[in-house]
């Protein structure tokens, strides 16, 4: 094969939607219980999808990435996520208790090994799941690469980012004292646990619409009008500050980068968009430098979603190059 011959023929369009032909929940805990799907074929490869925030929970179009086909396509809601429950819920929801849902849903399904496909906070649980089961998987996509360490975090919740949106900031800094804002994830977490109902609504409503008012290159206002919606809101921006306040509950602020040598050997495409404000391509970089075996694709007309075009067309070409890999079986 020509160099070159075989990424320019691999399909880059979204595949067509589709309905799940079975869907559950699984009682993980005494207190959890998770949201899960399957659709595409039944026989096929098996895929999980790792969805953002943490607290984002998983959409139909996220089905959208993978051959239905050829793939077995397993969509879920992590703790306190979308369809999960209870919702919002802050109690056993860690990085660990998600790594060991993943597992037990895996078990669940009785599959032995599967792809990960993981953009933004899945990026990170998907590099911190394989590295605690790298086995278990036979591939990984990754997206808009968050390793959440604290120069992330202090980026996008701090001020950094601010100055490239600081009409979208204000309203942010503005629901938190001036005597507060010294650190914005630690009284944001005063009110998003507050006792009163409103004061956790108003603060989600403002976290939550400062992060979909950057996620684009070119504003989306369908995804601007998710900050509006009280359930999705409280989920997102209460579960993201918790693993936030926490440092992702890893024991190391390098702890991502520190085993990549655990997962070198999986076969992985790194996508990241070049304009991404939320978790910005510094961290995508240094991914890369830590893992060069790893294709590296940088999309330079995107920001952080992984519905903008130049993301999804590379997001859509990683699975159907793994797909090309398992089918030739090398």
């Not at 996220?62 to 396509?73: A, G």
């Not at 070119?218 to 900050?227: C, D, M, V």
Request: proline content about 6%; overall charge negative; hydrophobic content about 35%.
């Amino acid at each position: 094969m020509e160099p070159g011959k075989e990424t320019s023929e691999l399909n880059r369009n979204l595949y067509e939607p589709i309905e799940p032909y079975s869907t559950g929940f699984l009682k993980v805990s005494d207190l959890h219980t998770i949201y899960y799907e399957q659709s595409g074929n039944p026989s096929g490869h098996p895929v999980v999808f790792l969805h953002g925030g943490p607290g984002g929970g998983t959409t139909p179009s996220n089905r959208r990435f993978f051959d239905p086909e050829f793939y077995r396509i397993i969509l879920f809601d992590q703790r306190g996520a979308g369809r999960s429950t209870p919702h919002a819920c802050l109690v056993e929801n860690t990085s660990w208790d998600l790594i060991a849902d993943i597992e037990k849903l895996r078990e669940h399904l009785e599959i032995p090994e599967w792809q990960v496909f993981g953009g933004s906070w899945g990026s990170t649980l998907a590099l911190a799941y394989s590295q605690a089961h790298p086995d278990k998987v036979t591939g990984m996509v990754l997206r808009g690469i968050f390793l959440l360490r604290k120069k992330e975090i202090d980026w996008f919740y701090e001020g950094g980012a601010a100055a490239i949106y600081p009409d979208a900031w204000e309203p942010f800094r503005d629901l938190i004292p001036e005597n507060e804002r010294g650190c914005f994830i630690d009284a944001y977490s005063k009110r998003l646990n507050s006792d009163d109902m409103e004061t956790q609504y108003a603060a989600a409503r403002a976290w939550t619409k400062w992060e979909m008012m950057t996620a684009h290159l070119l504003p989306n206002e369908e995804n601007i009008k998710r900050g509006d919606d009280d359930d999705f809101s409280l989920a997102f921006a209460r579960i993201e500050n918790h693993y936030f306040v926490n440092k992702g509950f890893f024991p190391s602020d390098s702890f991502l980068l520190d085993n990549v040598h655990k997962i070198r050997h999986i076969n992985t495409t790194i996508v990241q968009g070049r304009y991404d404000v939320c978790c910005p391509m510094m961290s995508a970089w240094d991914l890369h430098k830590a893992w060069p075996e790893a294709d590296f694709k940088v999309v330079a007309d995107a920001g952080h979603s992984a519905n903008e075009p130049g993301i999804a067309a590379e997001l859509v070409a990683a699975n159907e190059k793994l797909k090309n890999i398992i089918k030739n079986g090398s």
